[in-house]
């Protein structure tokens, strides 16, 4: 870990360096990963609660790499972020998502909306606006059908300067959504200024949800929040049927998670959607 690397340099120096090589051999295959299309979008429904229909999906990005098999976003990302390769990956996704999203609108399904996280590296690129713009006019698809999630933490980082660019999203008539919310100390005040739709509650306090807890108050408080602050509020995590009541219960709006949907590949997402609309 960082902390034992700082407190026993000498010790773990042998490991960093094996590390550094290793770090190495994954900057290179992921851009190779780029060139050669390995790059996959599952797709995790969002659900309104208590009992409503699909709003959408959440994009999630999947690396289908050749050895290594199927590799999930936590395992890439800091390394595509530290290397910049994080901003054409990120305007793959964005442009995927889009392509995406266009042709689930063509099968009639003009109501939901396609969501999009973007990194804090994403988020500070001057051109962010070029690209989201360039995504949405190539494949013709209304400003209003995507939704760009955007960390507590990031939107919080230069609170001015994440005002303006937010406030140049929500301009093109892009939804904007506060993902992992509950972690970053937005101060009221700031989030009163926030040109956001929705608030999602992070997974860290679902977790534990039943009547009494202390994630509990902080659930039906943020709850509360979004009423008189006029956001949606979006639970991430639902695991459990008890989870679903509570939120239910405090008059959460919406909910994903793998009790009700896990992130699939497009055509599974379209084929479960269907299944669930019928019955
Ligand atoms: P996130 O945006 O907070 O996404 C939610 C994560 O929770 C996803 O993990 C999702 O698969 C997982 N999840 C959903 N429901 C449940 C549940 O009920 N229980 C549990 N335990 N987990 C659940 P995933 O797909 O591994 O993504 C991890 C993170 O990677 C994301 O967190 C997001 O920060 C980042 N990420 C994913 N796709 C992209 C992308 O296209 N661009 C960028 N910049 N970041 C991405
Ligand atoms: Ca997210
Ligand atoms: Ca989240
Ligand atoms: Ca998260």
């Given at each position: 870990t960082k902390r034992a690397g700082r407190n026993g340099y000498n010790f773990f120096e042998p490991s960093m360096n094996a590390n550094a090589h290793h770090q190495l051999q994954w900057l290179q295959d992921l851009r190779v990963a780029l060139e050669r299309k390995q790059?996959?979008?599952?797709?995790?429904?969002k659900f309104s609660l208590p009992d409503g229909p699909v709003l959408g999906?959440?994009?999630l990005l999947r690396w289908q790499h050749p050895e290594r098999g199927l590799v999930g976003p936590d395992e890439f990302i800091g390394l595509a972020e530290r290397s910049g390769l994080i901003i054409p990956i990120g305007a793959w996704v964005l442009d995927e998502a889009c392509r995406q999203m266009h042709e689930w609108l063509t099968l009639g399904y003009a109501d939901w909306k396609i969501a999009v996280n973007l990194s804090a590296v994403q988020f500070a690129d001057p051109h962010l606006l070029e690209v989201v713009r360039g995504a949405l006019e190539r494949h013709q698809l209304p400003p209003q059908s995507l939704t760009l999630e955007v960390t507590e933490s990031t939107a919080m980082h230069d609170t001015e300067a994440s005002l303006l660019t937010l406030q140049k999203i929500a301009d093109l008539g892009v939804e904007i959504s506060i993902d992992d919310f509950g972690t970053g100390y937005s101060s009221l005040l700031y989030l009163k200024r926030l040109p956001a739709n929705e608030l999602k509650i992070d997974r860290g306090f679902v977790r534990d949800l039943s009547d009494g807890t202390e994630d509990a108050a902080i659930v039906s408080a943020i709850v509360a929040l979004g009423r008189t602050l006029n956001l949606r509020?979006?639970?991430?995590?639902?695991?459990t049927e008890r989870q679903q009541q509570f939120l239910a219960s405090v008059g959460c709006d919406a909910l994903q998670g793998y009790l009700r949907g896990r992130p699939m590949a497009p055509d599974l997402f379209l084929q479960t959607m269907r299944e669930q609309h019928k019955s």
């Open positions: 790059f996959r979008l599952v797709y995790q429904p999906a959440e994009a509020i979006v639970a991430e995590g639902v695991e």
